[in-house]
C-alpha cells in the first residue's frame, strides 16, 4: 500500500512538474503561425515541383535508353 500511495504522489509531481514547465513557454501569435505555415506550404510546393520536374526528366531519360537499345 505505501508503494502505491508513492507512486500515485510521484505522478502528481510530475504532472505538477509539467504544468509549471508549459506555463513557460511562449507560444506564438496568430499572425506567426499563419506566416510559418504559409512558408511551409511554399517549400512543400517547391520540392514537389523538383520532384515533379526530375521525375519527368528522368522517365523522358529511360525511355529515350530504351528506345535506343531496342532497335
Do not use: Q, Y
Request: include cysteine.
Amino acid at each position: 500500500m505505501a508503494e502505491e500511495k508513492k507512486v500515485k504522489k510521484d505522478h502528481g509531481k510530475w504532472f505538477r512538474e509539467m504544468r509549471s514547465e508549459l506555463m513557460k513557454v511562449v507560444w506564438p501569435s496568430a499572425k506567426t503561425t499563419a506566416k510559418n505555415t504559409g512558408t511551409v506550404l511554399l517549400c512543400s510546393l517547391g520540392v514537389g515541383a523538383c520532384i515533379w520536374i526530375f521525375d519527368g526528366v528522368a522517365v523522358l531519360a529511360v525511355k529515350t535508353l530504351i528506345g535506343l537499345f531496342t532497335h
